[in-house]
């Protein structure tokens, strides 16, 4: 690369790194901090931790179900989710881009025997309709009964897609048809209620079950929860046992995820803002690609044209705008994501779209 390049790039190093890689990469807020500090704590197995107490009431309160539990990650609430819904073997109904059939690890097949039917997921992160209410399956003794149907909501690989309560509603009345649950992983379920201006109780009374991160764009340090019908989630605790989440004086994590939930939504429609003015920007840049009309929460997906006018290699792009302190991912489907997040400002928007042209402009090495 060039040596003015290489000055352009250390001048917009010089500050601290935005790191868009993913909104799990927050840090809890002072006020997260305190509370957690000087958080009350019992053994939450023995139901003795105070605090959990709290959280768990409040987080049901919070989506209109009866009950809720509290839990280490998302991803083990999706797998509770799936064993405490389905009998071993049972089929789990999925979509083809959905987290829980790309990034849990097979948990449900290798834990409960569930594999997962795949079904196509479109572009704005529903599912293919017609192959849906084909994927129904079990009264023929040959073929695995279906146990489930999980939806996402907002659907992380299709960029942050809302699914409105309609749509939630309409992909669960094959399932309903069939007598069957639907469970959602609305790991970012609140961005997608802040984006509609819903209450977020509104899309979660469209599933049986649903969890949702305090993780992520709600910033407390760990944790996740799991909500349903009393008896449902009475259920999911021996679940949680199984997978070892049974955790004891976990009050001091459940303080941060209180105030996740009283004090941390609202301020969600920021990162959809920072968001939007980044794809806007990103779509000003020559040899990107990106849809900015498609950009709804906080997260999106772009490329780079290649001299063919076909898509282009990400790579030095991602290792460009590193070296400018710029943090994105770069996916093996070709596509850059950048998330937004408590803590990225419009300053820093800024100074990643300023990267990212710097970037385009340096002659690559072959």
């Known amino acids: 690369m060039s040596s003015s390049y290489e000055a352009r790039v250390g001048a917009l190093a010089g500050g601290p790194k935005i790191d868009l890689r993913s909104d799990t990469v927050t840090h809890p807020t002072p006020a997260m901090r305190e509370a957690m500090y000087r ?6 197995v023995y139901g003795e931790d105070p605090t959990v107490n709290r959280l768990e009431e409040l987080a049901a309160e919070t989506v209109g179900k009866e009950a809720a539990l509290f839990v280490p990650s998302g991803a083990m609430g999706n797998t509770i989710a799936i064993l405490t819904h389905c009998r071993r073997g049972d089929e789990v109904i999925a ?14 097949a290798r834990l409960n025997g569930s594999a997962i039917r795949s079904v196509p997921t479109l572009a704005d992160g529903t599912l293919d309709r ?10 023929d003794i040959h073929e695995a009964r279906t146990g ?37 992983d609305g790991a970012r379920v609140f961005n997608a209620a802040v984006a509609l ?11 049986d079950s ?11 340090p760990v944790g996740s929860m799991l909500a349903g019908s009393r008896a449902y989630v009475e259920e999911a605790r021996r679940g949680r046992k199984l997978l070892g989440g049974g955790m004891r004086q976990a009050g001091i994590l459940a303080a941060a995820g ?27 840049i020559p040899g990107i690609t990106i849809a900015p009309e498609t950009v709804e929460t906080n997260i999106l997906f772009f490329g780079v044209r290649g001299a063919d006018g076909q898509p282009g290699d990400v790579t030095p792009l991602v290792t460009a705008a590193a070296s400018a302190g710029v943090l994105f991912s770069g996916g093996d489907d070709g596509r850059i994501r950048a998330v937004t997040h408590y803590g ?16 385009m402009k340096a002659p690559v090495k072959r």
Do not use: W
Request: with cysteine; hydrophobic share 50%; glycine share 8%.
């Open 258 to 284: 209180i105030l996740s939930l009283t004090e941390m939504v609202d301020r969600l429609a920021e990162d959809h803002a920072n968001a939007k003015t980044l794809a806007d920007g990103l779509a000003n």
């Open 210 to 220: 649903v969890m949702f991160c305090l993780s992520k764009g709600l910033s407390a």
């Open 130 to 139: 017609a192959r849906l209410a084909r994927a129904f399956q079990g009264e």
């Open 148 to 184: 489930l149907l999980c939806v996402e909501d907002t659907h992380n690989m299709c960029g942050g897609r809302v699914l409105p309560p309609e749509t939630l509603r309409e992909l669960a009345a094959p399932a309903r048809a069939h007598g069957l649950p639907v469970h959602m």
């Open 95 to 108: 979509g083809d881009r959905s987290h829980v059939y790309l990034y849990e690890v097979g948990g449900a």
């Open 344 to 359: 990225i400002t419009a300053a820093d928007i800024d100074r990643a779209l300023a990267a990212v042209a710097e970037a």
């Open 197 to 207: 201006g819903l209450p977020v109780s509104a899309l979660a009374a469209e599933v």
């Open 39 to 44: 958080a009350e704590v019992g053994d939450d």
